[in-house]
């Protein structure tokens, strides 16, 4: 099995504070893996390291083989991560097919072009417009995305992140905060995701991750605690005492 | 609607609509019916230009400047300088004055944009005053605190000469914009503006799609300085003389006025702002000769407080609400 994303010693500290804790993971080509930590675990800021708005203290990370730990953040994007953000990340005052348009455009390397008019390559339109159509947001096209409703703007959020065509996708709690309606689309939509494409899902509602990881890896403070399937992970007694237990309590 | 109108409408919705020729009928309108008032006119398109190369960066990008004077001051003298030393052929003028402002914007951005919010907003003024100070030490090219003298400009084409009632000037400074708008008016309506707007609209997110955020910012910058070069070489060939106050922070204040008035980010705003707010100084100057800047900045805080978006903006929600009535 080829290794879509890897990090090795991935560190990153601020000040005295670790965060990130010698990080050695591996994300399988195709797989469905599932990150899951207390929260202040440092999921976010793995995910942040990844994909470059953090630059790490110490580490590498490879992309699809390649040492991608010193580029920025739009050439990963260029060679295949995709995410999305815990908080809706998103383009607020413009329609939810621009906001999709944009990341298609970019993928398509048309977004930086200056004498033809938005809108004139029909091809990105009508792509943005299919993924639209996936996330069952089509009726709302023409809206903004900040009459939308919380749920809504979750799916654009996702469908932003599928218009780059990523073969490494980092959802980042995709399902938080979402009504019943809207959550099974997003569960359905990541269920449907072409097998190329490798998963990391970041996410607190262990019946979606039990549902949909192949792999789990338990982060706690920063460092990995263990790594397995999802049996092993739920007969673990450390994980059941750090996280599952945390959860029952709380 | 169905699926493939709202695409549809989508593709279409850049393509230029009739009531952009607007701003273009009143240009020419008033060339005929205002013959007394032309000079006071070219000033006014002069100032739209360089509203509209605002627009690009503030409007649009979301780049908080308050020293685009910079980029019309050193338009204004590389087309003066070239007019006393060179020639005094009036479009390669423009042409030198739009260079040398981009170069200057091309340099001043590469440092400046890699910093933000209050900071960016330091160093706009910084840069601007750096200028100015230089201009005022350069005398010897410049004319220093007495100004460039001696600015003499050719016929346009070797065929229109300036005339004493500022006809000439007047459609020329009216061509220049013209040009000037479709090419603006393309660049917005482009992916790449659109892009510009998305970083406006969330730089986190414009990064995390791949887009060249630094670039983008940077090409915009460059281009934005370029215009407002290309204003201030109009306005030192229409009056034939450069002065310090085409780098002075008022004039900065004041284009940044002129802009959010009209509504910045909507392209016609620096028509409909510049348009008023040169009208309105020419006539409160009149009725008004000590305070009539007080009635500007009482009118631009009753904008700034009722109507967010300016006043293209607050037509917009007027129309809006009318539309919802029926």
């Known amino acids: 099995m080829t290794v879509a994303l890897e990090t090795i010693g991935l560190a990153r500290r601020f000040g005295a504070l670790v965060v990130a804790n010698n990080i050695d993971f591996k994300l399988e080509a195709g797989a469905r893996h599932a990150l899951i930590g207390p929260n202040g675990a440092g999921k976010t800021t793995f995910v942040n390291l990844v994909t470059g708005r953090l630059s790490p203290s110490a580490g590498r990370i490879l992309l699809n083989g390649t040492d991608v730990t010193r580029l920025r953040q739009e050439e990963r994007v260029r060679r295949g991560l995709g995410r999305t953000f815990q908080i809706n990340t998103l383009f607020k005052g413009l329609s939810v097919l621009e906001n999709v348009c944009l990341a298609v455009g970019e993928h398509a390397g048309t977004g930086g072009e200056k004498f033809r008019l938005a809108g004139a390559r029909r091809a990105v339109v009508e792509h943005a417009f299919a993924l639209l159509e996936r996330m069952g947001i089509v009726d709302d096209a023409g809206r903004l995305v900040k009459e939308l409703p919380y749920g809504k703007q979750r799916l654009v959020e996702i469908a932003i992140a599928l218009g780059l065509d990523p073969s490494v996708l980092l959802l980042d709690e995709p399902a938080a905060g979402v009504p019943s309606a809207e959550n099974r689309v997003i569960l359905d939509v990541i269920a449907q995701l072409p097998a190329s494409v490798a998963v990391l899902i970041i996410e607190h509602d262990m019946e979606l991750v039990f549902r949909f990881a192949q792999r789990i890896t338990v982060l706690v403070q920063g460092a990995i605690l263990m790594e397995g399937t999802p049996a092993e992970i739920a007969a673990d007694p450390r994980v059941r005492e750090v996280y599952l237990g945390e959860r029952q309590h709380g | ?326």
């Open chain 2, 1 to 326: 609607m169905t699926g493939r109108s709202q695409v549809d409408q989508f593709i279409r919705a850049h393509r230029l609509r009739p009531v952009e020729l607007l701003p273009w009928g009143v240009a020419v309108l008033a060339y005929f019916g205002f013959a007394d008032y032309l000079p006071l006119g070219s000033q006014i398109l002069i100032m739209i230009l360089f509203a509209m190369s605002l627009d690009l960066v503030l409007g649009y990008a979301g780049i908080v400047t308050l020293g685009h004077a910079a980029f019309f001051g050193v338009g204004a003298y590389a087309a003066g300088i070239y007019a006393v030393h060179v020639s005094g052929e009036p479009l390669s003028g423009l042409l030198v004055g739009g260079l040398a402002a981009a170069i200057v914007g091309l340099v001043s951005g590469a440092v400046i944009l890699r910093t933000t919010g209050l900071t960016l907003l330091m160093l706009t003024l910084a840069v601007t005053s750096l200028l100015s100070a230089a201009a005022n030490d350069a005398g010897f090219i410049t004319g220093g605190n007495d100004g460039l003298q001696g600015v003499a400009i050719n016929p346009i084409l070797d065929a229109f000469s300036f005339d004493m009632f500022g006809r000439t000037a007047y459609l020329y400074c009216l061509a220049v914009l013209f040009v000037s708008w479709l090419f603006v008016r393309r660049l917005v309506h482009s992916p790449f503006g659109r892009s510009l707007v998305g970083i406006r609209e969330n730089v986190v997110r414009m990064h995390a799609i791949g887009a060249p955020v630094r670039r983008r910012l940077l090409t915009v910058y460059t281009i934005s300085a370029g215009l407002a070069g290309i204003a201030g070489a109009l306005l030192t060939q229409t009056t034939q003389f450069v002065g310090l106050t085409v780098l002075s922070f008022e004039r900065s204040g004041a284009i940044v006025i002129m802009l959010v008035l009209g509504g910045a980010g909507r392209l016609y705003g620096a028509f409909v702002g510049a348009t008023l707010y040169m009208i309105a100084q020419d006539q409160l100057a009149e009725i008004d000769p000590i305070f009539w800047d007080f009635w500007i900045g009482l009118l631009l805080v009753l904008i700034v407080l009722f109507a967010r978006g300016g006043i293209l903006g607050l037509a917009d929600r007027v129309l809006l609400l009318i539309r919802r009535r029926r």
